[in-house]
């Protein structure tokens, strides 16, 4: 497993410094992941409901009876984007969820992806490299733990028959 003190020499070395541009935010072609975990700190934070903030995430496996299953959530989107992102500010900063906390970085298993970002390059102090390292491994073990939760969940439920059906960390809720 990658030590946080690797990861943060290797953001180091690639750069990084938001610029504040919002591309992450804008755009309807990419899709945030969201557990309900973050839907809930984004829920407190923001004092909306939790469909007014994520979606059942679109992409679907069909069941083979006429029903189909969907995994976890995604945040709600308008026509200019992340539906968050306004006058060049999240609205929803301090309970982001992990992907927005993280980007453009990512990890898939040891291996640092860098997503295409206008920041990518820029000097990064050791204290930023060090917090954005400490964030990548908080979101992975995030990531493991719901989709531990997911496995169970699937597990100990039967999918009923030709119903669309969303599973997530906290259960499986038909459509």
Same mark, same amino acid.
């Given at each position: 497993?990658?030590?946080?003190? *690797?990861?943060?020499?290797?953001?180091?070395?690639?750069?990084?410094?938001?610029?504040?541009?919002? *591309?992450?935010?804008?755009? @309807?072609?990419?899709? %945030?992941? %969201?557990?309900?975990?973050?839907? *809930?700190?984004?829920? #407190?934070?923001?004092?909306?409901?939790?469909? =007014?903030?994520?979606?059942?995430?679109?992409?679907?496996?069909? @069941?083979?009876?006429? !029903?189909?299953? @969907?995994?976890?959530?995604?945040?709600? #989107?308008? #026509?200019? !984007?992340?539906?968050?992102?306004?006058?060049?500010?999240?609205?929803?900063?301090?309970?982001?969820p992990w992907i927005c906390r993280t980007y453009p970085f990512m990890l898939e298993g040891e291996t640092?992806? +860098?997503?295409?970002?206008?920041? @990518? !390059?820029?000097?990064?102090?050791?204290?930023?490299?060090?917090?954005?390292?400490?964030?990548?491994?908080?979101r992975r073990r995030a990531e493991q733990l719901e989709e531990e939760h997911v496995r169970s969940v699937? =597990?100990?439920?039967?999918? $009923? $028959?030709?119903?669309? %059906?969303? %599973?997530?960390?906290?259960?499986? #809720? +038909?459509?």
């Open positions: 497993m990658m030590q946080r003190n *690797e990861l943060a020499r290797r953001i180091r070395n690639i750069g990084f410094s938001c610029t504040r541009c919002g *591309e992450c935010c804008r755009g @309807t072609d990419n899709l %945030v992941m %969201v557990s309900p975990g973050e839907i *809930e700190r984004m829920r #407190k934070e923001t004092g909306l409901a939790a469909d =007014s903030i994520a979606e059942p995430y679109p992409e679907r496996i069909e @069941t083979g009876d006429g !029903g189909s299953i @969907t995994f976890e959530w995604a945040l709600r #989107k308008n #026509k200019a !984007g992340c539906r968050f992102f306004s006058d060049g500010h999240c609205a929803s900063y301090a309970a982001r640092l992806l +860098v997503s295409d970002c206008p920041g @990518t !390059g820029k000097e990064i102090s050791r204290e930023e490299a060090w917090n954005l390292a400490g964030n990548l491994l908080q699937l =597990s100990a439920s039967e999918i $009923p $028959p030709g119903c669309r %059906v969303l %599973v997530d960390g906290r259960g499986m #809720k +038909v459509l």
